[in-house]
């Protein structure tokens, strides 16, 4: 009974490339968000929704592009990989409002070789 | 700019003993919530607290408390009665109610030893 879940885990592939994650949860919130971890550990926000439309763009490139078909789900494209996009994916999901709890997938670690 | 400060990239700690995390933010809004999330090596996220702005009384969940400072934006984290499982990354969270996002410190390693 997984609350947020993200497939793959770990992606491995090469500069150029085009890939996807997938994120979904079932514990019926309305907002979602995609975070970026890097290298570091540093976890910026990249794109908020809320009930399927965009909320949030945090200066990401054109390159990355979120895609919300319902409520349920959330997710990641990226075009034209590049190395500096190696890091790991955070998928999450709250009921909206600034004092409820978001819950996080388990990340997706992306190496771009 | 909303910021949030986490000074101490790495702590250690013994067993059963008390530890102190630190954390200072800045933000122009009055109402705002605080988190602390737990990352251990699994890579998930984790709740460990939360404390709303507004209420002067410190959290407590079990043996983990906070010291919230709201005039000096400070916000630490304090573990009691540390045990081995406790072990992670600690990140000190912030979200206000003009947005829809959490801002996160650079996180404090935190290592539980024998």
């Known amino acids: 009974d997984t609350a947020v879940s993200q497939t793959p885990k770990y992606l491995v592939t090469q500069m150029g490339n085009d890939k996807s994650i997938k994120c979904e949860q079932n514990?019926?919130?309305?907002?979602m968000y995609w975070y970026k971890q890097d290298s570091k550990k540093f976890l910026k926000i990249m794109f908020s929704y809320n009930n399927k439309e965009l909320i949030i763009n945090e200066t990401v490139p054109n390159r990355f592009s979120p895609k919300s078909p319902d409520k349920a789900h959330l997710n990641l494209h990226i075009n034209s990989l590049e190395l500096g996009d190696s890091a790991v994916y955070f998928c999450?999901?709250?009921?909206?409002?600034?004092?409820?709890?978001?819950?996080f997938g388990q990340g997706t670690r992306l190496t771009v070789v | 700019a909303q910021t949030v400060t986490q000074s101490q990239p790495e702590m250690s700690v013994q067993e059963a003993e008390t530890v102190t995390l630190s954390c200072t933010y800045d933000?122009?809004?009055?109402?705002?919530?605080l988190f602390w999330y737990k990352q251990p090596p699994s890579r998930q996220m984790i709740l460990v607290i939360r404390?709303?702005?507004?209420?002067?009384q410190n959290a407590t969940e079990n043996r983990f408390s906070v010291n919230f400072q709201k005039a000096a934006k400070s916000f630490s984290l304090k573990i009691s009665d540390s045990q081995l499982g406790d072990t992670a990354m600690y990140f000190c969270a912030f979200h206000t109610g003009t947005a829809s996002k959490l801002t996160f410190g650079t996180g404090t390693r935190l290592q539980v030893t024998l």
């Open positions: 999450a999901s709250s009921q909206g409002g600034m004092n409820t709890e978001a819950f």
């Open positions: 404390q709303e702005a507004y209420k002067q």
């Open positions: 514990l019926g919130h309305d907002t």
């Open positions: 933000t122009s809004e009055s109402n705002y919530y």
